[in-house]
């Protein structure tokens, strides 16, 4: 399935519990339509792995995903052999006298014996098409596996030393995400179709939170999504995303809390904020003043 048309995009993610606006349903319809990959930056916990998801869910794709870390290298994210079995096949020739050291070993290096990783799996033929790749948190990687990946996307092919070069029939659907942490070589970017995912506005989050918490009260979400929003004004470490804001609405759920108040606020940050040092400025007095401030945003509304 490729979307006829933007609205179409947001109509399809929208079905899914992924509120999108029209700037991000654009590039998506143009990635898909140019066959380029999609480079998505952006603060942790905007929803740039939520829409890897449900595309997959919308196109009825099966969704492969390379967790990236530090570290990781090109045999880690294609393949690696299953040693385990080979040994046992090995053992198993040489207590029967069965094959000769040629025909073992063509048999132990060939696809029976091969993992495939997530890069070689998305190159495989798929049923329903070709998979979408989701290569999150490049950003965690460092510049060898880059230049690997460049390579790797450029032609949609791999190369393993005792098969070949294996290439794509049909290319995945690329997605590509970083929170930042560094810069992603420009050579990397040059290949994809660039969007920065930022914290949604007021509006965008409501509608958010509604689809993805349809059973919290309407008034509570509001003011949820008014705090959260005047909590990213403050100076922390880290400003909670819309997965927090999610998070942090259903906890309330959870507690049958009816409307916010500094009390409960204190009890749930942990919910909002991961880090000591901001819970801790936010505590008492200060929760207060951003509860005060929140709720005279909205009544100007």
């Given at each position: 399935m490729i979307f006829a048309s933007i609205d179409d995009v947001q109509s399809a993610l929208g079905a899914q519990g992924y509120i999108?606006?029209?700037?991000?349903?654009?590039?998506?319809?143009?990635?898909?339509?140019?066959?380029?990959?999609?480079?998505?930056?952006?603060?942790?916990?905007?929803?740039?792995?939520?829409?890897?998801?449900?595309?997959?869910?919308?196109?009825?794709?099966?969704?492969?995903?390379?967790?990236?870390?530090?570290?990781?290298?090109?045999?880690?994210?294609?393949?690696?052999?299953?040693?385990?079995?080979?040994?046992?096949?090995?053992?198993?020739?040489?207590?029967?006298?069965?094959?000769?050291?040629?025909?073992?070993?063509?048999?132990?290096?060939?696809?029976?014996?091969?993992?495939?990783?997530?890069?070689?799996?998305?190159?495989?033929?798929?049923?329903?098409?070709?998979?979408?790749?989701?290569?999150?948190?490049?950003?965690?990687?460092?510049?060898?596996?880059?230049?690997?990946?460049?390579?790797?996307?450029?032609?949609?092919?791999?190369?393993?030393?005792?098969?070949?070069?294996?290439k794509a029939e049909e290319p995945p659907i690329v997605i590509l995400t970083s929170n930042r942490?560094?810069?992603?070589?420009?050579?990397?970017?040059?290949?994809?179709?660039?969007?920065?995912?930022?914290?949604?506005?007021?509006?965008?989050?409501?509608d958010i939170l509604n689809a993805r918490a349809p059973d919290v009260a309407q008034d509570l979400s509001r003011n949820v999504v008014a705090f959260v929003q005047q909590l990213r004004t403050e100076d922390l470490f880290k400003k909670p995303g819309v997965a927090e804001t999610i998070d942090w609405a259903k906890c309330l759920l959870a507690l049958d809390v009816i409307e916010l108040s500094p009390e409960v606020i204190s009890d749930t940050l942990g919910a909002i904020l991961k880090y000591q040092d901001d819970i801790a400025k936010i505590q008492g007095s200060e929760a207060k003043r951003i509860l005060d401030e929140a709720k005279e945003t909205l009544e100007q509304a």
């Open positions: 999108c606006g029209r700037d991000l349903a654009t590039v998506v319809f143009l990635s898909l339509k140019l066959g380029r990959p999609l480079f998505l930056e952006g603060e942790a916990g905007v929803g740039k792995t939520e829409i890897a998801k449900a595309m997959a869910a919308a196109m009825g794709k099966r969704l492969i995903r390379l967790q990236c870390y530090e570290g990781l290298d090109a045999s880690s994210a294609v393949y690696e052999w299953n040693f385990t079995a080979q040994m046992i096949a090995i053992r198993t020739a040489e207590a029967s006298g069965g094959k000769d050291a040629s025909a073992l070993q063509e048999d132990l290096f060939s696809d029976k014996y091969l993992i495939k990783r997530p890069l070689l799996d998305a190159m495989q033929p798929h049923e329903g098409g070709a998979p979408i790749l989701l290569i999150d948190e490049l950003d965690r990687t460092d510049e060898p596996f880059e230049a690997f990946l460049l390579e790797a996307l450029s032609d949609f092919q791999v190369t393993i030393p005792e098969i070949g070069t294996i942490t560094r810069e992603v070589h420009d050579a990397l970017k040059r290949r994809c179709l660039y969007h920065w995912v930022d914290y949604p506005k007021f509006d965008r989050e409501l």
